[in-house]
Structures are given as C-alpha cells and as structure tokens.
C-alpha cells in the first residue's frame, strides 16, 4: 500500500511539473519548434531543468545498493543502435510533430478536461497496442524460421 | 503565438527531474511514460499497481492545481481530430518501437548518458522538427 501511494504521489509531482512547464500545451511545444515562425524557446528550459535534476538526482541515487521498495534498480542495459530504435523515434517525432502532444505531456492533458488530450491518448494507446502485437508476431515468425 | 515562460518552464522541468529521480529511489524505475504506459495494456504485467498509481498521479495534478488555485494553464491544441488521431496511432507505435519517448530517453536517458537515448532524442528532435516545418511552412498548415 505505501508502495502504491508512493507512486501516486510520485506521479503527482510529475504531472505539476508538465502541466506548469507547459509541456501539456500542444501549441506551445509545436512553437519550439518553430524556429521558422512563432517561435516559443521554453521548452529548451523545460528540457534544461528536467535534465540537471535527474542527472544530479540520480549520481546520488545509484550510489545506494536497492531501490526503497524493490531489490533492485531496473536499469536498461542495452547499449546497441539498431533499426527499432531509429526508425522508431523517427515516426514517434512525426506524430510528436503533427500533433504536439508527446505521452508524457498528453497523460497530464488528461487531467485539464479537453477532448483533443482524450482523442490523442485513445490513439496513442491503440498505436502501442498494435505495435505490441506486431512485434510479437514478427518475434513469433521469427523463432518459426529459425527451427 | 505562445508567451516565453523561462522561469515557470525551469520550475516544471525540475519538477519533470525530481519526479523521475524520486521514482528512481523509491521503486527503481525510470520515468518513462511510454514504458509505464505499455504495461499497463493488457495483457497486465504483474507490477500494473504502481504504474497505474503513477498515471492516476500525473492526471490528477493538473486537475488539483486547476481546481484548488483556480490558476489557468494554458491549452490549446490547433490540430484537427482527424489528425490527431493519426499522429496518436504513430507517435505511440514510433515510441514503442523506438523503446521511449521524451520522458524516457529525452530526460531519464539522456541523464545516465546513455549512447541509445541520446540517439533516440536526436532522432525525435530532428524528425519532429522537420515535420512541424513542412506542415507550418511548406503545406501550410493541417
């Protein structure tokens, strides 16, 4: 139970944090990169804040042996650059661009009322799940050749 | 246009950074939206109550800051439906394939120095970027 009001509150101190940074404005972050037009710098010190913290934040932390409530720190470990990854955040940056809402500035969205964050979420979710399925199938045709 | 908020923008990004090194040191996890988020579409992975907690958090805040202060934050979103549904469905499959997104690689990545993530938020930046021009300056808008 603490572990799971931690995380609430944890996730409490992150949706302040987008929805006062500005993060959950479609307008303002396609303004960032606008640079041609109307441009909006603030999303640089969005970026700026979050990264001095975290990187900060996170010497100290992972000096510790274990995390409060697990054994363990999950850390990714891969360090390759492969197809997946590219392409990937390729397509992400287009529906990033098209729309101005990113998953981490869209679920905060939620919490203001409008429509268009509930259209965007609904989407993004349907897209995860589809991409889930289709890596699992390329995953299965995969391991069916190899044997 | 948008207002310049430098001081407001650094506020919340540092907000954005102690939230994802507080769920560091209490759960050892990074705070990548599109992480938490895919694990929680079912098939549910076994550790679904944190993750929901967090995303109940991060909707909350807004609503609690609305509801409680009565400060405004602005909104806007000039994209139509149509669309957004389409950069919905791309921007989450591009994330999942691509193992994240701006929270993930763009803040929690990109602190550990990782050689993935710094690719990722270049790629992103980059892609996005280009999109935003050819709809604002050479298609002239959606």
Do not use: Q
């Amino acid at each position: 139970m603490t572990r799971i009001f931690s995380a609430l509150v944890i996730g409490l101190i992150f949706g302040a944090g987008i929805a006062l940074s500005g993060m959950a404005n479609p307008a303002k972050v396609l303004n960032f990169f606008d640079i041609a037009g109307s441009w909006d710098p603030s999303l640089a010190f969005v970026m700026g804040g979050a990264l001095v913290v975290t990187a900060i934040g996170y010497t100290f932390v992972l000096k510790r042996k274990a995390p409060v409530f697990d054994r363990l720190f999950h850390l990714p470990t891969r360090r390759d650059i492969d197809l997946p990854l590219l392409a990937g955040s390729a397509v992400f940056g287009i529906g990033w661009g098209i729309t101005g809402f990113c998953p981490g500035g869209a679920i905060p969205a939620l919490g203001l009322g409008y429509s268009d964050a509930w259209v965007f979420v609904g989407s993004m979710v349907a897209g995860i799940a589809l991409a889930r399925i289709a890596r699992h199938t390329m995953a299965a045709r995969a391991a069916g050749k190899a044997v | 246009m948008t207002e310049f908020t430098p001081w407001l923008s650094l506020l919340g990004g540092s907000l954005i950074g102690l939230a994802a090194v507080l769920l560091m040191a209490f759960h050892g996890r990074i705070a990548g939206m599109t992480g938490i988020l895919s694990a929680l579409i079912p098939p549910l992975s076994s550790d679904w109550g944190w993750r929901a907690a967090f995303i109940v958090g991060a909707i909350g805040a807004p609503a609690l800051i609305v509801g409680l202060t009565g400060y405004t934050i602005p909104f806007e979103s000039p994209t139509p439906a149509p669309w957004l549904i389409v950069g919905g469905l791309i921007a989450g499959a591009g994330a999942y394939f691509g193992s994240g997104c701006t929270s993930g690689h763009g803040v929690c990545g990109m602190a550990r120095v990782s050689p993935r993530s710094i690719v990722a938020t270049l790629t992103f930046m980059a892609s996005t970027a280009i999109t935003v021009f050819v709809i604002r300056h050479v298609i002239g808008g959606l």
